[in-house]
């Protein structure tokens, strides 16, 4: 417990906590005495600010739960105030929603950033009215705190909460005021992560890499001001993200080595994730979709994944195998993506919506190019593509990047390189693996319905395989399939 001998006040505390420069950080630890630093609350929560900008989240929110757990008061409920955001950041929205039922909204001081908290989590659980209800009452009461930085907060939490409930203009206009407000007071760290929100913003909604990247550059310099390690890092893994999404390979190799001198990037999933995702388009642009394939795979079964991340890495997986011509797996894999990218019921975050947009037009392009037409523009569907952009420019010889919007031109030249590798591959009669199955049973002379069961399959998926093949090898019936089969050498 905090008594009157600690040697940080409370308000200085939370001063500290907020800017969370690491030399001050340092030198408020200091003035505890060594046996104090593991049981105050005070130097706890001083020490949980330090991992959290020194990149571990984790152990942040474990030390200030910790905290949290030892204090009571004004110390707690200040405490509850650096708690709440890093646990909303990091999807724990139940543990969120248990810290704010401890809150007292009584301490006036906290209480608008406690209601802006309410109106995240309203919108995160598809509560618009209410989160609307909350951020209008975190507005009025915040705006007449003698506090500045809990104005600041407020500004940022509605400016969250408004993007959750797709006010996207609203939110725009709350973190412009909010990125202001902090750099005024020379708030760093904060000004970068109104940065953060205004980058997904022009990213995700307004479409506009320029932007997006101004905003990624500004949420890194900030951070550095502020010596906040893991938003620095964010700053240059969303450049990376812009780079390589529209195909920019002189910077994203720049980045990408600024990123691997920075352990920070293997942090999170998230973090990991995007690093992911940049990494393989690159890899694939060099035609080394083996590599791709395997960094893909390395994240693919993270139980933390969004369906919309999910798909997105089916998609580029289905990418890599066509590259191989292993057409079966593409096919699957395409088709699973279509699947888990069918429309949403509800609301779903702003970046997750755009990756099941581009994981589904990524699985209709594969579908195109491996002979599946009639499902691969089935899928490209008005909801997905309301203008028939794509329709009109993906064929089954791949995409025309120089008409593919400016943030799909990296996936474009991943889909083509793809199709230019399946090309080299594929072998001259272009019978797939499950067609060469079939082809080896003809010769046995079993019915269809016997190789069907035979090969586990049924009778309609051989009846298909076996037109295909007559049709691929250009002959009328099972006799001259064999025997065209034996002149191309693929059966003794």
Known sequence: MMTGHDPVPVERFFELATEARRADIDAAIARFPASERIRNPIAIGLRAMKSVTGGDVPGGIALLKRAVAHSDGRVQQYLLELLIPLLINTNRMHEAEEALSIANDAESDLAPAFAASRAIIAARQGN???????????????????????????????????????????????????????????????????????????????????VARFYARKMAMTAHLAEDLALENMGVLAQFDIAAEAGDAKRVRSLRNQIIANPLNEQYYRERFSFTISEALALGWAGRFDAARVALTSVRNNEALTLPERALLDALLAIAALATWHVDVARRAARRTISQTAERSGKEPLFDSRRRRIA???????????GDTVRGRRALSRSIDPDQQFAGIISAEGMREDEAPAMMRGYAMFFNEACRAANRARPSHHLTEAELEVLRALPTGMTLATIASSLGKSRKTVERQV?????????????????RARDLGIQA
């Open 128 to 210: 618009d009215t209410a989160s609307a209800w909350f951020a209008a009452e975190a507005l009025e009461t915040g705006r007449a705190v003698d506090n500045p930085m809990i104005v600041g907060r407020v500004l940022n939490r509605t400016a969250l909460a408004a993007f959750y409930r797709e006010d996207f203009e609203e939110a725009q206009d709350r973190a412009l005021e909010s990125a202001r407000w902090f750099e005024r007071l020379e708030s760093h760290r904060s000004a970068a992560i109104a940065y953060s929100i205004l980058y997904v913003i022009a990213n995700d909604w307004v479409g506009d890499p320029d």
């Open 360 to 370: 589904r037009i990524l699985a209709a392009a594969v579908c195109i190019a491996v």
């Open 467 to 483: 037109g295909n093949i007559y049709a691929k090898l250009h002959v009328g019936n099972r006799a001259q399939a064999i025997q």
